[in-house]
């Protein structure tokens, strides 16, 4: 398209101004990576914990120094700590955090789904999961022994409480987020219920379940050293109370480094299933 414009018998084409094409900016965090800034930031603080323990601000007894620490994860490892070997404490660990996480996830994932679908389930479940949630770990600690003994039971039913929540409250919330428009859409195609459980409510509340997976697995390694507590002779969190009653505080760090560990490769396994299963959550 352009515009004619005749001037004293000379005729001009001047052409219009053409549609420019506008990129819109990003809101949020967006697609960019920040592993960059996560390892600056952790340089930074190991280079700070380092400085405050080298100008002795902390006494060496209460902040032992990162080389100090990395030392004693070396001794850990060859002697053994508490009367067991670095590998049995982080095995029975990992034995009672996948026995929790499995058995949480079996049931809380089958209930959040039913309270999200049905209004009976809802009034059921909810008063009690609301009423116990909110409890830390410690609070009904003295009843997992009075009513389980101190067996491996206890330990893994303080570990399954602690997780439950989140990922049942997470699976009812992934439901009642549910676009309406896509359930009577699949009924005008003729969906049964059972089709419309399989493939569209679970699809639609999966990453609000990944989500709740992730926040259980923090809560679950948060609860590992009250649960073993209960007349353990073994685990990460036996391993750190046992190092605080001798002021052994490098062994605690240890023991800390380790369950952060842990919970790190747990929560990037969740953040990869999240990648394949769900690869469009965020990109609505």
């Not at 809101?27 to 100008?55: C, N, P, R, Y």
């Not at 059972?194 to 926040?215: H, N």
Request: net charge positive; hydrophobic share 55%.
């Amino acid at each position: 398209m352009s515009d004619v414009i005749e001037t004293r018998g000379v005729v001009i084409r001047t052409p219009t101004d053409q549609p420019k094409t506008v990129q819109m900016k990003g809101f949020g965090v967006g697609e960019g990576s920040t592993i960059v800034i996560s390892l600056v930031t952790a340089v930074v603080l190991i280079a700070i914990w380092w400085l405050v323990a080298k100008l002795g601000l902390v006494p060496r007894l209460f902040l032992p120094t990162p080389q100090e620490v990395v030392t004693q994860i070396g001794a850990v490892y060859r002697d053994g700590y508490a009367g067991a070997s670095l590998g049995e404490h982080v095995s029975a660990s990992l034995f009672r955090i996948a026995a929790a996480a499995v058995i949480a996830i079996v049931i809380g994932i089958p209930i959040g789904l039913l309270m999200g679908l049905n209004r009976w389930a809802k009034g059921v479940f909810d008063a009690p999961i609301e009423f116990y949630w909110p409890l830390p770990p410690l609070a009904y600690l003295p009843l997992m022994i009075i009513w389980l003994g101190i067996g491996e039971t206890s330990k893994v039913t303080l570990l399954v409480l602690a997780m439950f929540a989140p990922i049942c409250l997470s699976a009812q919330a992934g439901v009642r987020s549910l676009p309406i428009e896509r359930v009577n859409a699949a009924r005008s195609l003729g969906a049964r219920p059972w089709q419309l459980l399989v493939s569209i409510v679970l699809p639609s509340a999966l990453p609000e379940i990944l989500t709740g997976i992730r926040i259980a697995f923090g809560i679950g390694w948060g609860t590992l050293v009250a649960a073993e507590l209960i007349a353990s002779n073994r685990g990460i969190g036996y391993m750190i109370m046992s190092a605080s009653q001798f002021l052994a505080t490098d062994v605690v760090f240890v023991g800390i480094g380790i369950i952060a560990a842990c919970a790190f490769v747990f929560s990037a396994t969740v953040r990869l299933l999240e990648a394949a299963l769900v690869p469009w959550k965020g990109k609505s």
